[in-house]
């Protein structure tokens, strides 16, 4: 295919396009988190963590649909579907004049979201090999891992010197580019035999998972006892148990479960999960502390984090040239095991301690979960099928955003007891703040910990056809 008088491959314009689609989306979930004091003040609201809690829940609902809709519609239309809603969504969130305008076009921008990344990678995994997985690996680290450690910067450096509107606007130019690129460009693929749509598997995995999803997020600032926070907690938990048992009688099901039967497939999905909350669950927790008590301004917090991002863009290509030697078992597990012992370090951080250390550790804790992530990336589609891609795509990402909500709400509910905020946005007590922040650091280091040794559980035979030669 020719683009600008050069020949390039279709399956990386597929890779491009899917990039930076993610970037976006991923973006989203940390840029925002810094604008929230801004936001209250400017709406004169103290609501805004449904601006946060609103695209979580739209996540949650549309994810396990997106595999069938990629299947049934086709991955292109539904790709760039996903795409203008995301897009359509961030420029109306900087246009809100209220927090209730705000929260509903942050859900429409979820509604984008949570089909993007299960549809996205689906396509991906269709065009690049087996042999060429630890390759399109290392791309997808530039979304998944970067994302989050600059969604801080970005966001302290726009709501400080452009406005917090900006940190919804900044999506609209850059994601126009790679839409033009994706409508003019990418391929149209479906499944034929994809089966009738699943109404009950859609109410219950949506309904089951949105409800789950604010139990956990309400529940470190309600308390784990409030009726509300029991009440949907309940009832997610009630919902999934029974999309469980309605999925797997059915002959075409929303959520394909019956490919967690496959050996590779489960076990890559339970290290992911123990990895992703460790990953994001650090940083929640430390720009808190950044801020809560050092006092550090949102820009300066995201600076001592963002480190990490060049440790994963170092070890990144390591681990991708090094994954058809080595197999993911031993570089998942020196990985997170590595990745474990330096979130411990943090247990000693103290209310003066260098940030020229704390960004030492960051470009550590970066260098050994590339080594990680790249290695589950490849292999965790190994066995599927490609005509069960689009649903295996559904199943990991739920099984990713779960993680990722039960780790937060368990590190916040941590913060909660130990941490009260002053007037001034500081620990009224920093010292037993302090205490506080040092058990989260312990229980982000037995995450990553936990998940090392779930990588055991891989075997590199499994993953054979992603470490052969070309």
């Not at 998942?332 to 411990?344: A, E, H, N, P, Y």
């Not at 990722?404 to 007590?429: E, N, Y």
Request: proline share 4%.
């Amino acid at each position: 295919m020719s683009i600008f008088g050069r020949l390039v491959e279709y399956k990386y314009i597929v890779a491009a396009v899917l990039v930076s689609a993610l970037f976006l989306d991923i973006l989203d979930t940390t840029i925002v988190n810094v604008a929230l004091p801004t936001l209250g003040r400017h709406f004169g609201a103290g609501s805004t963590e449904w601006v946060v809690v609103g695209y979580t829940l739209s996540l949650a609902v549309f994810i396990p649909a997106s595999g069938w809709l990629g299947d049934r519609v086709g991955t292109k239309r539904v790709f760039l579907f996903a795409f203008a809603m995301f897009l359509g969504a961030s420029a109306l969130c900087g246009a809100a004049q209220s927090i209730n305008q705000l929260i509903a076009f942050r859900v429409l921008q979820g509604v984008g979201g949570g089909m993007l990344t299960p549809v996205g990678l689906a396509m991906m995994f269709r065009v690049f090999p087996p042999a060429e997985r630890a390759r399109v690996s290392t791309l997808m680290m530039i979304p998944t891992l970067a994302a989050p450690a600059l969604g801080p910067v970005i966001g302290g450096f726009l709501v400080t010197n452009a406005g917090w509107r900006w940190i919804f606007y900044v999506n609209v130019p850059v994601g126009l580019v790679a839409f033009v690129v994706g409508f003019k460009l990418l391929r149209e693929h479906s499944e034929p035999d994809c089966g009738p749509f699943d109404v009950a598997g859609f109410v219950l995995s949506g309904a089951g998972l949105a409800s789950f999803v604010y139990a956990l997020s309400q529940g470190p600032r309600d308390g784990w006892t409030s009726p509300q926070v029991l009440l949907f907690g309940a009832a997610g938990i009630a919902m999934l148990v029974a999309m469980v048992r309605v999925e797997t009688r059915k002959a075409h099901p929303m959520l394909t479960l019956s490919l967690l039967r496959d050996r590779m497939f489960r076990n890559s999905n339970i290290v992911s999960a123990f990895s992703i909350a460790s990953f994001l669950g650090l940083l929640f927790v430390l720009p808190a502390y950044l801020q809560s008590l050092r006092g550090l301004s949102a820009q300066a917090s995201g600076l001592a984090t963002f480190p990490q991002a060049i440790g994963v863009g170092c070890s990144t290509f390591i681990a991708g040239a090094l994954y058809k030697r080595v197999g993911p078992r031993r570089l998942i597990f020196v990985g997170l095991f590595l990745s474990s012992l330096t979130i411990f370090a943090f247990y000693w951080l103290t209310l003066d301690t260098s940030l020229w250390w704390i960004r030492g550790l960051m470009l550590l804790r970066g260098f050994c979960m590339g080594f990680a992530f790249v290695p589950m990336q490849a292999s965790s589609y190994a066995t599927i099928a490609p005509t069960d891609n689009g649903r295996a795509s559904s199943i990991f990402s739920t099984q990713r955003q779960v993680a990722i909500s039960i780790a937060v709400a368990i590190l916040g509910t941590i913060l909660t007891h130990f941490v009260v905020l002053g007037a001034d946005g500081l620990a009224v007590d920093r010292s037993g703040a302090l205490d506080g922040f040092h058990i989260t650091f312990l229980v982000a280091a037995g995450l990553a910990l936990v998940g090392s040794f779930s990588a055991l559980l891989i075997r590199d035979k499994d993953a054979a056809a992603t470490m052969a030669m070309r």
